[in-house]
């Protein structure tokens, strides 16, 4: 289970992003029947409150446009009510309840067995556990009683703390590889002297190390109790039958007597400027300034957040232009962390070697010195909350992520500030967003890298508590969204919904696949795919190929940066854009009427892209640096060594895997020029692919995609960079990595098979019982019996071009434990070999795939993405359906002789990268 950290990694990584498909809100049905006691409180845009005579509160947010429920069960209890002593206390909980009761003693398991995608996650003011899975009232009703039994019932054994204690040290280090994690760490213990929120989440290592398991099972009674928690349910479900399954499962858990502990902590205003100095090897240069900030609830908190957001926005903030345009830093981040008691701000900045820190830490602090005095326009303020608000959006759009929200909402004092904040976002005023700032942001009021005197102090406000019952009263929300029928997502229907046509055009015909269906607010999906050259003609354009790609959207003949960014927000729109060798793939998400401006907008970022020379340059600084990050970190040195090794190409050859000091001289070499005849040859029409997933009006996105690709010359013929098998020998690497509290261990493996294989299915389920879930056969060795890892997993990656895939095992440990881990996998690898997997394992594997694919396909995003991906194929959900079909047949004997004939632990390659000294 993953604590929360209140840290924005854009600094250190660059993530792929799944979106969460749109939803509708359910039909109005009749008034519901309450079970005895139940009491219906507050109500706002389709998500009421309903209280239990045992303290428990409900929250049910029904949904019926799509499949899919979500359920999170939040404990109002975090870091911040741990005493001295106890700090990662709450996490450890979080663990130790899937552990299990006398009834269910390994609850991850079963969640797997049962196709739920769940977990749990630990913050500062609350614990909560959810799950997602499709729709199934069974499902709910089985789900929502494991919730009741977990609450009162949870063994917290001490046979279980000292399995899980390994493996809770393991993400203790994971977390501790990080130094912008951990500077953060230091500065908010150096900022908050007494109040809880200087403690990290997952606690000081000997609190964790020897936590009395006597205090721990104290701490579950106090705090695991009806009157503590609220129960969220979103997505389909039915409301009468789902408030009597929870009147049944928690009726019978009585209101505790015993009062919760009173918090009377209250940090006191800071009253000089405090520093943090962190020295350790490997990574890069940073800077960073923390301030304290109010609550949530307190009525300036959104003025500041949006100001922060105004100040560290790329590229138009202040602090962007001060640091990164001037050459000071390579990228800047800025959060404000909306907590339950007064919280912080947090700004932070990356340098690359040779950058002047002292020189850089002091343009930040005059930057954020002066933000509330001047700057700070209309258009500012406009751009940010547009922003927020398209986020807010597609949040409230989906069932999962609206659960998360309003458990987040409700650490924060109450669920309803999850509308009410979009309201005041809506409502603030420039001089607002001025005032606050100059409150907060001052010298007084930071936690730095260095010190800086002060002539004449500035204090920050004193009281920011939360004023919810003042900004609540009389509070009724917007008038709840229309009703969404449920769309049905069987390969069949799917099928007959898609308009699949091609669009003729002069330059080339571009390939459409369109789903039409109504979303809640209109939301649609979509994907633009776009193909050109082959592996002859691509030699020696690897770096060239991906910078163009990477840079497509900082600058076109005509838009700026800021200005293709300031059109996506105002089209309602997120945008991400990516490829090389070859290939550039648009991801797009907006609303139904912005859909058409949007496409005609993105085709005009990649036709017209332009490459300014200040682009370039950031962007060299920036991959110099994160190369250089990967330099020190194990899963990047592991991960390179394997590829480097199955690595047969030629240097000039796209697919040539360069070293980590090829890389970095290959990017500073690049030119404007070579940017600009590499996009002038190769970008055109010709070979383009279409997929929508929503709301929108067919025809008007085939006019926007005419519109968009008239007259652009057409590319060069395009054929597919093959990847054909090739033995690979075995061979192991250690990789030194110095001063890393974790290690990581990857192995891997070729094998000469294609997914219209007849073992392909076989395979597929094989690879998924012996480490692909929470109930595989490395998992339960590995994680659960001997908690060598917090983390491993095996993955098979199969083409569907060519008989040629990979097969990987991986897993996050401590150095120490490296040979254990080894011993481990090689052992499990040779059980699963020799005696098989049985037919109960094969049985309930099978359930839980297809539930997990039922629930991929209610998602628009991967309903759009696997439409690129089938029209490439020559494909439809026909193969969709044959391959759930195919799962369904399988047996124990089909899976064993698959595994059997396809997986040889002799061919695999191994890196293990860590601190050598400590292994």
């Not at 949007?598 to 970022?605: A, G, P, T």
């Not at 970190?633 to 796209?654: C, K, M």
């Not at 698959?898 to 695999?908: E, Q, V």
């Amino acid at each position: 289970m993953l604590y929360r950290l209140r840290l924005v990694h854009a600094l250190l990584l660059s993530c792929l992003l799944l979106l969460s498909p749109s939803i509708g809100r359910a039909k109005p049905t009749a008034r519901v029947t309450l079970p005895a006691g139940m009491v219906q409180q507050h109500s706002v845009e389709g998500v009421t409150e309903y209280v239990m005579p045992n303290g428990l509160r409900i929250l049910l947010a029904p949904d019926s446009s799509k499949p899919m429920t979500t359920v999170n069960m939040t404990y109002l209890v975090g870091s911040r009510h741990e005493n001295y002593g106890q700090t990662g206390m709450a996490h450890l909980l979080e663990h130790l309840l899937f552990r299990g009761t006398p009834s269910l003693r390994n609850a991850l398991a079963e969640f797997s067995r049962r196709g739920l995608a769940a977990n749990g996650s630990t913050s500062s003011d609350r614990t909560n556990y959810y799950a997602s899975f499709a729709a199934n009232p069974e499902t709910l009703d089985w789900y929502l009683r494991w919730q009741a039994d977990a609450m009162v019932n949870s063994l917290i054994a001490q046979e279980d703390l000292d399995a899980e204690m390994t493996v809770v040290r393991n993400e203790m280090e994971r977390g501790e590889n990080s130094p912008l994690q951990v500077l953060m760490q230091n500065m908010q213990s150096a900022a908050f002297r007494w109040h809880n929120y200087g403690h990290s989440t997952i606690g000081a290592r000997s609190d964790v190390e020897n936590v009395d398991i006597l205090q721990l099972r104290a701490f579950y009674q106090q705090y695991y109790q009806p009157d503590n928690a609220v129960l969220i349910v979103s997505g389909q479900f039915d409301t009468q039958a789902t408030l009597k399954t929870i009147a049944d499962a928690f009726g019978p858990i009585a209101r505790p007597t015993r009062p919760l502990p009173p918090e009377y902590t209250i940090e006191p205003v800071q009253e000089g400027e405090r520093q943090i100095i962190l020295r350790r090897q490997g990574g890069s240069p940073l800077i960073a300034a923390l301030y304290h900030a109010p609550a949530a609830g307190h009525p300036d908190f959104i003025a500041l957040d949006l100001g922060v957001s105004m100040l560290a926005d790329v590229p138009s903030g202040q602090l962007y232009k001060s640091l990164v345009g001037q050459h000071l830093s390579t990228n800047v981040l800025g959060f404000t962390a909306g907590l339950n008691q007064p919280g912080y701000a947090f700004f932070a900045a990356q340098l690359d070697e040779g950058m002047n820190q002292k020189q850089a830490l002091q343009a930040m602090q005059e930057t954020l010195d002066t933000a509330g005095q001047q700057g700070f326009t209309e258009e500012e303020l406009g751009r940010i909350r547009n922003q927020w608000l398209t986020d807010w959006s597609q949040i409230q759009a989906d069932p999962a992520d609206l659960a998360s929200a309003l458990s987040g909402s409700v650490a924060d004092g109450d669920w309803r500030l999850f509308f009410l904040q979009r309201d005041q976002v809506e409502q603030v005023k420039l001089e607002d967003v001025r005032r606050v700032t100059r409150a907060y942001l001052v010298a007084d009021n930071r936690t730095s890298g260095m010190y800086i005197p002060t002539e004449q102090p500035v204090r920050a406000p004193q009281d920011g508590s939360s004023q919810l019952d003042t900004l609540l009263k009389d509070y009724k929300g917007k008038e709840a969204d229309q009703a969404i029928d449920t769309f049905d997502p069987t390969p069949a229907r799917i099928n007959e919904l898609t308009q699949r046509s091609s669009l003729a055009l002069p330059n080339g015909d571009v390939k459409l696949a369109l789903l039409p269906k109504p979303t809640r607010g209109d939301q649609v999906q979509a994907k633009l795919l776009i193909q050109f050259g082959d592996v002859e003609s691509l030699k020696g354009q690897r770096s060239v190929s991906g910078a163009v790609a990477d840079l497509l959207e900082h600058g076109t003949t005509t838009m700026s940066r800021q200005q293709i960014q300031d059109q996506y927000t105002k089209l309602q729109a997120n945008v991400g854009i990516g490829g090389g060798a070859g290939i550039v793939v648009a991801s797009l998400s907006t609303t139904r009427n912005n859909l058409p401006a949007l496409v005609e907008l993105v085709l005009h970022v990649i036709r017209e892209a332009n490459f300014p020379e200040d682009e370039l340059t950031k962007y060299q600084t920036r991959v110099s640096t994160s190369i250089k990050n990967s330099m020190s970190e194990p899963s990047a040195l592991a991960s390179r060594a394997l590829a480097r090794h199955d690595n047969p190409w030629p240097q000039d050859d796209i697919r040539y895997t360069p070293s980590f000091e090829e890389d970095i001289n290959e990017v500073a070499a690049l030119t404007r020029e070579q940017l600009l005849d590499f996009h002038n040859e190769y970008y055109g029409a010709g070979t383009i692919a279409f997929s929508a997933v929503g709301a929108f009006d067919p025809d008007a996105v085939k006019t926007a995609l005419t519109n968009g690709l008239e007259g652009w010359k057409q590319a060069p013929a395009y054929q597919r960079v093959p990847d054909p098998y090739h033995p690979v020998p075995a061979e192991t690497f250690h990789i030194n990595a110095p001063d890393k509290a974790n290690a990581f261990y990857l192995s891997t493996a070729r094998v000469e098979v294609q997914d219209t294989d007849p073992d392909y299915a076989a395979l597929y389920m094989a690879n998924r019982l012996l480490g692909g879930t929470e109930t595989s056969r490395l998992w339960e060795r590995i994680r659960v019996r001997e908690g060598l890892s917090y983390d491993v997993r095996s993955s098979l990656d199969v083409s569907s071009y060519e008989p040629s895939g990979e097969w990987d095992i991986y897993a996050i440990h401590a150095p120490g434990n490296t040979e254990k881990l080894r011993a481990a996998i090689s052992e499990e690898l040779q059980r699963a070999l020799q005696d098989g997997f049985t037919e109960e394992e094969v049985r309930e594997g099978v359930q839980a795939l297809l539930n997990f694919r039922k629930l991929a396909r209610t998602r628009d995003s991967v309903l759009a993405s696997t439409w690129i991906n089938y029209m490439q194929l020559g494909r439809d959900f026909t193969w969709s359906a044959d391959i759930d079909k195919a799962l369904s047949a399988l047996t124990a004997d089909k899976v064993n002789a698959a595994l059997r004939k396809w997986l040889d632990p002799a061919s695999f390659s191994t890196a293990i990268a860590a601190d050598q000294s400590k292994q």
